[in-house]
T-cell receptor
Framework: DGGITQSPKYLFRKEGQNVTLSCEQN?????MYWYRQDPGQGLRLIYY???????QKGDIAEGYSVSREKKESFPLTVTSAQKNPTAFYLC?????????????FGNGTRLTVT | RKEVEQDPGPFNVPEGATVAFNCTYS??????FFWYRQDCRKEPKLLMS???SGNEDGRFTAQLNRASQYISLLIRDSKLSDSATYLC????????????FGKGTMLLVSP
């Protein structure tokens, strides 16, 4: 079955450590996204990528970095510069090329930094 | 004014009830509209796209009112399993970075 997989489901880190969240899709989608969701808040876009080897900052990119070396993979690194990293992180993909393409989400990674 | 606004609820309804949610958007250039469903501590899942002519999928009906800049979701004959948060998503015509999510409306269906 095609889908989008995030790992791990839960992640705990100490403050000051960088951490990388994995996102893999086998839907052959061109576009991939990273969102952050905080309690009572809407999803906020961190980074997105329309094509391999290219990505753009979203609304809240500070303290995060991404890479898109393969079409299937879009890992997100939460750096020590991110002031409030504890959140629910959602990766998504879409066919791209059209604003009508809905998003398909992974099952999320819940990051806790203490 | 926020870009996409939803009544956070919760909406508490008994099984079998009909319930409707509205979502208002501020940018008149918005082109695409979706409803997503999000269960507690899970990822959002596409419920339905919203077309200009309105569309129906079983017990769910979505409508778009461009003049008043809102979309609606009607759920008939509510089931316990409909309990979730319903997210409104609006996009401009430039795609990728312009999807805007509402904060969601929580629905609780009770026996």
């Amino acid at each position: 079955d095609g889908g989008i997989t995030q790992s791990p489901k839960y992640l705990f880190r100490k403050e000051g450590q960088n951490v990388t969240l994995s996102c893999e899709q086998n839907l052959n989608h061109d576009a991939m996204y990273w969102y952050r969701q905080d309690p009572g808040q809407g999803l906020r876009l961190i980074y997105y990528s329309q094509i391999v080897n290219d990505f753009q900052k979203g609304d809240i990119a500070e303290g995060y970095s991404v890479s898109r070396e393969k079409k299937e993979s879009f890992p997100l690194t939460v750096t020590s510069a991110q002031k409030n990293p504890t959140a629910f992180y959602l990766c998504a993909s879409s066919m791209g090329g059209s604003y009508n393409s809905p998003l398909h989400f992974g099952n999320g990674t819940r990051l806790t930094v203490t | 004014r926020k870009e996409v606004e939803q009544d956070p609820g919760p909406f508490n309804v008994p099984e079998g009830a009909t319930v409707a949610f509205n979502c208002t958007y501020s940018n008149s250039a918005s082109q695409s509209f979706f409803w997503y469903r999000q269960d507690c501590r899970k990822e959002p899942k596409l419920l339905m796209s919203v077309y200009s002519s309105g569309n129906e999928d079983g017990r769910f009906t979505a409508q778009l009112n461009r003049a008043s800049q809102y979309i609606s979701l009607l759920i008939r004959d509510s089931k316990l399993s409909d309990s979730a948060t319903y997210l409104c998503v609006v996009t401009l015509n430039s795609g990728y970075s312009t999807l805007t999510f509402g904060k969601g409306t929580m629905l609780l269906v009770s026996p």
